[in-house]
């Protein structure tokens, strides 16, 4: 191993021109890290690979990417003298040591991160068409496909305006999600999603059923993408997954898990796209993070203009096909101006709330507690068992069970504790208002008095 502090720009030349060495030697540094006597691809961690595959990647990539350099054989070796036989300090022309972690860094170009000598890897890629020298700025058959999917115009600008505010601060993330529900099916939200996909670079984007990914253990795909589309959302009032979901969409800062490394905190920036073809009544009221909108044109499937409707879906993955027109596409976002009213950060529900984010915000948790009401009265008892309340609102009602206590409280029932069923120990039941329990019975108004056995149809022992 040869090891001068010279600077390596100075070295002596033979038949190349020195301009050739510098834009190869930068070009293989920018591929390659190196841990532990192996090498890796930046967009390939996962693997380890020798020198001698290093080498051999490189003089196959040389000729792909740069075929206006010619690689003579004295070129050829002294780019690999620069990079990875030299020791010097020019480290945007040397494979560097690599930390063992990645950033995901939106709009940061440089792929390798360095701090103190040490590459760290950025794990956003700039989508290609970003790169092709565009300048026209239109929406083209996007705009068409907007016009349609959204029939209510502030619904459309609030959209777009959320779209352009998160390519025009791609290193920074909203606070709420867009959330398009629609009863049909084949309104378009899937087409949507892959335009979406288009815009942030497929590299950069992931596309799931539900939340179980998002939400389950092995996370870091997940929180290392900036657009993630989540189709046929429909979770729990209360649940888990839900409030999970809510940090992921407000909070910069979470815990992610890698198969095989240890769980660690994440700064992500993810921007979040829901749809569903079921009500999301699970969204609590006045929740801030998400903008509902409906999908209620006429063109979903079998709908009065479904044909119509899946020929401009056509020509729009016809049209971006094309990576030209997404740049374009992206160049009208970033120049359009966005209203002082508009914010990513804080969604105002009062002002730019829909109305079936009303709907939702008004039926959601009444509905619940409406159709709880109902059942407790057909059931014409004054006092349940906890275990039946519960079976009735995950089951029957298909709510949370970490709902039960405040659906209850909300209906003004009281809870207690009793013995009954031949047990030596109390158990919680649920009483209603007006109503109590004592030395095995339960008494009410009008003179209403009856044994508590009696009332639940078992054996009971009162504390």
């Not at 033979?14 to 190869?24: A, V």
């Not at 070009?27 to 020198?51: G, I, Q």
């Not at 760290?120 to 300048?135: D, G």
Request: glycine letters at 6%; proline letters at 3%; aromatic letters at 10%.
């Amino acid at each position: 191993m040869n090891v001068t502090n010279i600077n390596p720009h100075l070295v002596a030349t033979k038949g190349y021109d020195p301009e050739h060495l510098t834009t190869l030697s930068r070009a293989m540094a920018s591929w390659f890290v190196r841990l532990n006597n192996n090498y890796h691809d930046v967009d390939d961690l996962a693997h380890r690979r020798s020198r001698v595959d290093v080498e051999q990647t490189a003089m196959i990539r040389f000729r792909e990417e740069f075929p206006d350099i010619p690689l003579t054989n004295d070129l050829v070796a002294a780019v690999l003298k620069r990079v990875i036989h030299t020791r010097h300090t020019v480290v945007e022309e040397t494979i560097l040591p690599w930390s063992g972690n990645w950033v995901f860094r939106p709009g940061n170009h440089r792929r390798i991160i360095v701090e103190r000598g040490v590459a760290t890897i950025n794990t956003w890629r700039e989508p290609s068409y970003r790169r092709l020298a565009v300048t026209e700025a239109e929406a083209g058959v996007a705009g068409e496909f907007l016009d349609w999917f959204f029939t209510r115009k502030p619904e459309r600008d609030m959209f777009v305006n959320w779209l352009a505010w998160s390519l025009q601060h791609e290193e920074d993330k909203p606070n709420w999600a867009p959330f398009f529900y629609s009863s049909k099916m084949g309104t378009g939200k899937s087409a949507l999603g892959r335009l979406l996909i288009r815009l942030f670079g497929e590299a950069n984007s992931i596309t799931q059923n539900n939340v179980d990914k998002l939400t389950g253990r092995f996370n870091m795909t997940l929180l290392q993408s900036k657009l993630v589309v989540c189709e046929e959302v429909n979770l729990k009032l209360g649940g888990g997954d839900a409030n999970t979901l809510k940090t992921y969409i407000t909070e910069k800062f979470t815990a992610g898990e890698a198969k095989g490394r240890e769980t660690e905190r994440v700064e992500q920036r993810v921007c979040m796209v829901l749809t569903s073809n079921h009500m999301p009544f699970w969204i609590e009221a006045e929740d801030r993070r998400y903008y509902i909108v409906n999908i209620d044109h006429d063109g979903y499937a079998r709908g009065p203009r479904a044909e119509e409707f899946a020929e401009l879906v056509g020509r729009l993955e016809d049209w971006a096909e094309e990576p030209a027109n997404i740049a374009r596409l992206y160049n009208a976002l970033m120049i359009r101006v966005l209203p002082d009213d508009f914010s990513a950060k804080t969604l105002n529900v009062e002002v730019h709330g829909t109305e079936i984010m009303k709907q939702v915000f008004g039926n959601g948790r009444a509905t619940v507690l409406d159709q709880l009401q109902e059942h407790l009265d057909v059931m014409k008892q004054h006092a349940v068992p906890e275990a039946e309340v519960v079976e009735i609102v995950t089951g029957t009602l298909k709510a949370n069970i970490n709902t039960t206590k405040h659906l209850m409280s909300d209906l003004g029932w009281v809870k207690r504790q009793v013995k009954w069923g031949g047990t030596d120990y109390a158990r919680q039941i649920w009483v209603r208002q007006g109503y109590t329990v004592e030395r095995g019975r339960i008494f009410g108004p009008d003179g209403f008095d009856e044994a508590l056995a009696t009332h639940l149809k078992e054996t009971v022992y009162d504390v």
